[in-house]
């Protein structure tokens, strides 16, 4: 397993797959060890993935400072990476929360990113806002499934704020294209692979300047792809149309009846629209 030193000594560990030019990718979460995104879908077959453990995850160390598992902290653990990798420029991608992380890599470092993927992002670094309705409508794509009934209210519930674990629980097939076995098994999996400790200090206060980063962002002019799934009730259609539109080479793609997770919703469309772009 290939290691490399955080500036702040934490050993920290990345896996590579595929062939092709590098490919770094951010997990979300937040804070999960990045082996769900596994070869997203098949796009190792055409770059090379590199996966990066976020501290405390995978096979990654835990840091001695807690508090540095907040996102603007470990922006500096991504670009170790890119040292240690002998990279001059790289392209980033990141998922759900990871996006808030590849974004203020992105303002921190401009000039060393040449492509950005943003896949389902969170959208928090940036300050957009989801409103309730949105992820209702989202939600109502899926009137047909079995389940629908039971976990629209409690995604009422959640968007009306009174919401707890149970109720989110009750919630996450809207984050799945397709609520098989093979979705649940993955959805169990998260609660295994997060590292919760660190997922609730890695938004905390003072982690997003959000006007900030949208003013580096009006003046980035590399291409920037942000990926939605249709019936995605974390990050909608319209916010991640509105994500997009904050760049100026901004670029949207939408996989219509996808989810969160859209490489598993349909892996080839996902392996060529983003490899398409890269190239």
Not at 3 to 13: C, I, N, R, S, Y
Not at 145 to 164: K, N
Not at 211 to 235: I, M, S
Request: negative net charge; contains cysteine.
């Amino acid at each position: 397993m290939p290691t490399f030193p955080a500036p702040d000594g934490t050993l920290l560990a990345y896996h590579a797959s595929g062939s092709g030019d590098p490919l770094i990718c951010l997990p979300g979460g937040p804070v999960q060890d990045s082996v769900y995104l596994e070869g997203l879908g098949g796009l190792d077959a055409h770059r090379t993935l590199i996966r990066l453990d976020l501290r405390g995850t995978g096979s990654s160390a835990a840091p001695e400072d807690p508090a540095s598992y907040r996102c603007d902290r470990l922006v500096e653990d991504v670009e170790a990476l890119r040292v240690h990798l002998g990279l001059d420029t790289v392209d980033l991608l990141g998922h759900s929360a990871g996006a808030n992380l590849a974004a203020l890599y992105t303002v921190r470092h401009p000039e060393r990113v040449a492509r950005l993927v943003l896949l389902t992002p969170g959208p928090a670094a940036v300050g957009l806002e989801t409103s309730g309705e949105e992820r209702l409508a989202a939600a109502r794509l899926r009137t047909g499934e079995p389940w629908f009934a039971e976990a629209y209210v409690a995604l009422e519930d959640l968007t009306a704020g009174r919401g707890t674990a149970e109720t989110f629980e009750a919630v996450q097939p809207f984050f799945h294209g397709t609520w098989d076995e093979a979705a649940r098994e993955r959805n169990a999996a998260t609660v295994r692979q997060r590292n919760d400790e660190a997922a609730g200090i890695y938004g905390s206060e003072g982690a997003y300047e959000p006007e900030a980063t949208r003013a580096v962002f009006a003046e980035f002019g590399r291409p920037v792809l942000v990926v939605a799934g249709e019936g995605d009730v974390n990050t909608p259609v319209p916010t991640a149309a509105a994500y997009a539109e904050l760049f100026p080479k901004g670029e949207l793609a939408v996989l219509a009846g996808a989810g969160h997770f859209p490489w598993h919703d349909d892996a080839e469309w996902v392996v060529s629209t983003v490899d398409g772009f890269l190239a």
